[in-house]
């Protein structure tokens, strides 16, 4: 790994789903920067979420490169891939899928104890931050309990709480209100400003112009 080499890049990157389908990012560059927010904008199936996931070494490109700290990583073995999922990379999706059956706290906890943390130790820093988020009170709820703009901000807990170097979020804004939004935007914010990286597929305005960098598909 290079010193000073951004922590996700991609190069040249092409993507299609299949054979002959629409090919997409047109060999797309970027550097993401550590301590900032990135916006990824564009218009409806311009590829917003699609990007996610190939930066989330979810899909592979048909052409290009993902690199994570200067060393191509799109290529690696499955295992590998995962292993780097599972240890540097946060995620948001669209939508926020929560098992039915855990409390709210108890969802927010379970990929730290996957990541080797003990139940008891997170149990404060996932209270602060669901508190941070607005969504205090839920915390022993079942997100059947809760609304979609709070199972939002319950998904946001969930990856900030590992401390990922790296964070994807999906519109991560979108079943919130105008303060809502402010919440996460400020709690996205405040991880930046500790150092993380967090990109965030968007076309809420209010996101847009808060970011640092703002990339168009
Ligand atoms: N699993 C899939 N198989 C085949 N094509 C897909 C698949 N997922 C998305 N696509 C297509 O790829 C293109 C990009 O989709 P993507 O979901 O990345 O767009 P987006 O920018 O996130 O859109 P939106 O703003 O609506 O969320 C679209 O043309 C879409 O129809
Ligand atoms: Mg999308």
Redesign the pocket.
């Known amino acids: 790994m290079s010193k000073g080499a951004a922590p996700l890049a991609v190069r040249d990157l092409c993507f299609a789903?299949?054979k002959g389908?629409?090919e997409?990012f047109g060999g797309l560059s970027v550097d993401f920067t550590p301590g900032t927010v990135t916006a990824l904008t564009?218009?409806?199936?311009?590829?917003?979420?699609?990007?996610l996931y190939i930066l989330g070494l979810m899909l592979t490109p048909t052409a290009g490169e993902v690199l994570v700290e200067g060393a191509r990583v799109d290529n690696l073995p499955d295992a590998e891939r995962s292993w780097i999922r599972g240890s540097r990379l946060g995620f948001i999706f669209?939508d926020a899928a929560l098992d039915p059956t855990r409390s709210i706290v108890d969802s927010v906890i379970e990929p730290a104890l996957y990541a080797g943390a003990w139940r008891r130790d997170m149990l404060a820093p996932a209270r602060a931050l669901l508190e941070e988020l607005g969504v205090g009170e839920r915390v022993d709820h079942k997100p059947g309990q809760i609304s979609g703009g709070q199972a939002q901000r319950v998904a946001i807990a969930r990856a900030l709480l590992t401390s990922p170097p790296v964070i994807l979020a999906?519109?991560p804004t979108g079943n919130l209100d105008a303060s809502n939004t402010t919440v996460v935007l400020d709690a996205l914010h405040h991880a930046a400003r500790r150092g993380h990286l967090v990109v965030i597929?968007t076309?809420d305005p209010a996101v847009l112009e808060r970011s640092d960098a703002v990339v168009e598909?």
């Open positions: 789903y299949r389908a629409e997409l564009g218009p409806s199936g311009c590829g917003k979420s699609t990007l669209q999906d519109e597929a076309h598909l």
